[in-house]
């Protein structure tokens, strides 16, 4: 599954990449250049990043379903421990 920036995001990713690079490099990175370093970064390390979302999602969720059993289970043949004794 491919990762798809908006266009929005990734219009902020390349100022993003820009100022990092006038800031931390010794020559700023034009609009292309940090377009196409933004798209290397998502094709190459974006599937690293989303898998382990999505593992940690799973994790997550796994742990929810284990604890169903707890927090929805109801006692069988509970009312004679509810009324107590014959009438």
Known sequence: MAIEL????????IASLQRYFAENMDEPIGNIQ???????FVEEIGPVIYNL??????QRMHARVAELDIECHEDSFGYWKKYGKRR
């Open 53 to 58: 979302a999505v593992q940690d999602a799973q």
């Open 34 to 40: 940090a377009g196409a370093l933004l798209a290397f």
């Open 6 to 13: 908006d266009k929005d995001v990734r219009n902020e990713a």
